[in-house]
């Protein structure tokens, strides 16, 4: 097993890795502080490490941030803990509340919605997206140099890992997965989530399975919106 890595926007790597029927993707920020976001489970740990070290060496990073607290997003984070001295859990407030504190080896910086981090000459902005896919303490990051939208399981492709970052469609791959197996928790206020996230006019969407895409990232967010309203379950 081996990540592949590609770097799908200015600074900002995709470590992607293949499993039977799937694929999981990490986001490795490159800045003075440099961020990765998911960490992936624990058993792919050994496989990311090696592709960071391909981009940077590990001591290197500073902080581990993840969408929500599921093992594919932050499986592995205490075994990055050991391997970089410096770096430390970056999650929403919720999440450093009822989980990160007690599970994570090392204190968790929690977000409010809002909160900017800066990284040196970048920043990323949290955006609370509380059940939007799942999970009470969600949330996504966006880096607005290169407006990219770290959208974590939003357009879950089961394929499309072969391709780095895309402008073809992951809308309907992704709807496709989601009829098959439903992820999302339709809570009530998941369109105006949707349209706050539209609003940052991503032009990459950093997906954690399947392609990367590039083009008006608010204009399928609105459409994913309305898929979702046509056909909630």
Known sequence: METRVDEVADGIYRLNTRVPGFNFNQYLIVDDEPLLFHTGPRGLFESVRAAIARVIPLERLRWLGFSHVEADECGALNRFLAVAPQASPLCSKVAAMVSITDLADRP????????????????????????????WECGYLFERETRTLLCGDLFTQADGCDVPVTEGDILGPSEAFRLQMDYFAHARQQGAILERLAGTQPTTLACMHGSAWRGDGGALIRALAASLERQPQ
């Open 108 to 135: 968790p910086r929690g977000l409010a919605d809002g909160e900017q981090v800066s990284l040196g000459r970048r920043n990323v902005t949290w955006l609370d997206a509380p059940h939007v896919p799942h999970g």
